[in-house]
């Protein structure tokens, strides 16, 4: 029993960190179809952010967690102005734009390892520790993540159910030509939908450190993580990558404790590969998948 | 035989025959092992190229299958005593047989989902080959990990140029070395000029009428897959055999976006362009050790500002200028 209870509240943590990650990158893949590479980098650079706010200037933690987020944001936007304006439309879209972002992951990766170093410090953004919660011991970092993840995940859940702007995004994943005709700005909302994607990420990666380390490859791990949710899922599913992310989350702390970390992913993978040939388009996916 | 196909060819040869000239001339060693890494990236930029630019396919498991290669040869010879020189097709093959599983798992689905799945089987296999702990057994009192762990294997057995060659040992590495870019490239020349990349071609024009006139998508990219996983295994079982070392640093993401970018500079659906990009990275490179640790910001901002500007890369911007060369010409004419 008590390890069951174990395994829910590490699973539900997981699933949110996961689910913070996996969400803004289904959301951009559902909208225009683009898969960011440097989703991982995004995550890093969060977390950077807040220790430079709370470790370098100061700053109480609230502040220092807000900063995060908005770096991840700052950076979305960014990603936007600077490489994904000039190629939306073209040829190839799908793979260049993968391409693109790799090439701007490692060039942001490079540039934390040389303002950061490369070894790998504590995060100083989180809180320390636990209450007792029907006779085990909850850490208040995990209650926090949890928080953390509903929070913004459920407001982004009501921007785009429930406000104009968010309409127009959904309107745009739906169909980019008809919203256009009604008079949607699909470049303005490709922008918006950067930055959402930009702030999970962020949020993510402050939040994943508390956990872990800080480090510039501290993303990897996750966005893989994220990666794999999001074509389980199938790609741009957005309520079924947050459905997906707390179901894996709890599939990966049961093999953590049973089997042992090292096949987490393993396992993890081999199961994705069993739901691709069954569903090619993913769980949640009303996709079209060439077959022949 | 085509003329497409026979010009190709004789380029090639022709590229091939300059290539084995060169340890006349040069007698450096240092640039001499420049060039057989650059015959080595640019078989494995080769082979991404056919599978990407041609078929379609968008992996990213290209490192993990020259990875295979490198660590068929470095297992088979340490712990099984093989002669490296049987070692190096059994790594390929090795090679080979992992792109029939991954395909089978993967090359059903659409670009996206092939991109991230082979990235994530990658990363796997490299999680679980450097969480390896216990050792399998002891080599000059060290112990030796199955996969060999963190440290990899080292000071696997070379080609036995050394003994026969002495000081010159690199010059039999170097024509090893060409031998394998030489097979890969008038491989890949075979496949894309041939009736597969014939069929690539009908399929990325319109998918519903070449699988209406009976091609099978799924398949033909599964031998793709396959073929070109087994030129890249067999480089890096020639990368293993030349460098005598295999380790976890061959997944690193730095060499694969290395990689990835001497294909796109070079251009996506050419045939010369990677051997091209292959030998601008290189020289590029070579120019940015002078100004410190630059390398991965200059692959990456590269990647980025030929993906925006270039996409089609230096092959891509010259069939335009020949293109529009013709155009005015003709013009000209009437």
């Not at chain 1, 390890?3 to 509240?9: H, T, V």
């Not at chain 1, 490859?217 to 997906?244: D, H, K, Q, W, Y």
């Not at chain 2, 039999?172 to 070395?177: H, K, L």
Request: proline content about 3%; aromatic content about 8%; overall charge positive.
């Amino acid at each position: 029993m008590d390890a069951i209870l174990q395994i829910i509240i590490s699973g539900l943590t997981l699933g949110a960190l996961y689910a913070l990650g996996a969400v803004g990158l289904a959301l951009t893949y559902g909208t225009m179809r683009m898969f960011n590479m440097a989703h991982g980098v995004f995550m890093a650079l969060g977390a950077y952010g807040a220790y430079y706010v709370a470790e370098v200037l100061g700053m109480p933690l609230v502040l220092a967690l807000l900063a995060g987020i908005l770096t991840g944001g700052i950076v979305g936007a960014l990603l936007h102005v600077l490489v994904v304006r000039f190629m939306l439309g073209n040829k190839n879209f799908e793979i260049n734009i993968l391409v693109a972002t790799a090439g701007v992951g490692i060039l942001l990766q490079d540039v934390l390892l040389k303002t950061f170093g490369g070894f790998p410090f504590r995060q100083p953004v989180q809180v320390s520790g636990a209450v007792d919660l029907l006779g085990t011991r909850v850490p208040w970092q995990s209650l926090l993540i949890l928080v953390v993840a509903f929070v913004l995940i459920g407001a982004m859940a009501l921007v785009l159910t429930r406000t104009r702007f968010g309409m127009a995004i959904r309107a745009t994943a739906m169909n980019r030509d008809a919203a256009r005709l009604m008079g949607v700005n699909t470049v303005n909302t490709y922008l918006q939908v950067l930055i959402i994607a930009g702030i999970l990420a962020g949020a993510a990666g402050v939040m994943i450190s508390s956990m872990a380390t800080l480090s510039p490859e501290m993303g990897t791990n996750p966005a893989i993580r994220a990666f794999v949710i999001c074509v389980v899922a199938g790609l741009g599913s957005v309520g079924g990558a947050g459905i997906t992310a707390f179901a894996l989350g709890l599939i990966e702390a049961a093999i953590q404790y049973y089997i042992g970390a090292r096949f987490g992913l393993p396992i993890l993978l081999a199961l994705v590969v069993v739901v691709l040939v069954r569903r090619p388009a993913g769980l949640f996916g009303r996709e079209e998948v060439v077959r022949s | 035989m085509t003329p497409a196909v026979r010009n190709n060819l004789l380029g090639a040869l022709g590229l091939i025959a300059a290539m084995a000239l060169v340890p006349a001339v040069v007698g450096e060693r240092y640039l001499l092992g420049e060039v057989i890494v650059f015959m080595l990236w640019a078989s494995v930029a080769v082979q991404w190229n056919v599978l990407t630019g041609h078929a379609g396919v968008f992996s990213l498991a290209q490192m993990l299958l020259f990875a295979i290669g490198a660590y068929g040869v470095a297992m088979s010879t340490t712990y099984l005593g093989l002669s490296p020189w049987l070692a190096m097709p059994l790594g390929a093959s090795a090679s080979a047989l992992a792109a029939v599983l991954i395909g089978l798992a993967c090359l059903r689905l659409a670009t996206a989902y092939v991109a991230l799945l082979t990235f994530a089987i990658a990363h796997m296999v490299l999680v679980l080959i450097i969480s390896e702990t216990a050792c399998f057994t002891t080599i000059g009192g060290g112990c030796q990990r199955f996969f060999g762990g963190t440290s990899g294997f080292s000071r696997i057995e070379d080609l036995g140029f050394r003994q026969s060659l002495r000081g010159n040992w690199i010059v039999g590495n170097y024509y090893v070395v060409l031998a394998i870019f030489a097979i890969s490239f008038i491989a890949s020349i075979i496949v894309i000029h041939g009736r597969l990349g014939l069929a690539f071609r009908a399929l990325a024009d319109s998918p519903v009428y070449a699988a209406a006139r009976g091609l099978n998508r799924t398949r033909s990219r599964i031998v793709v897959f396959v073929i070109t996983a087994f030129f890249t295994g067999l480089t890096g079982a020639a990368y293993a055999v030349h460098f005598r070392t295999a380790g976890p640093s061959l997944f690193d993401f730095s060499t694969l976006l290395f990689i990835l970018a001497m294909v796109i500079v070079g251009g996506l659906r050419s045939t010369w362009g990677p051997v091209l990009g292959a030998a601008v990275m290189m020289i590029l490179v070579e120019i940015a050790k002078d100004m410190g640790e630059i390398r991965n910001m200059m692959v990456g901002a590269i990647l980025v500002l030929f993906v925006v500007l270039m996409p089609f890369g230096i092959a891509g911007l010259g069939r335009r200028i020949a293109a529009r060369i013709r155009n005015a010409t003709s013009k000209g004419a009437t």
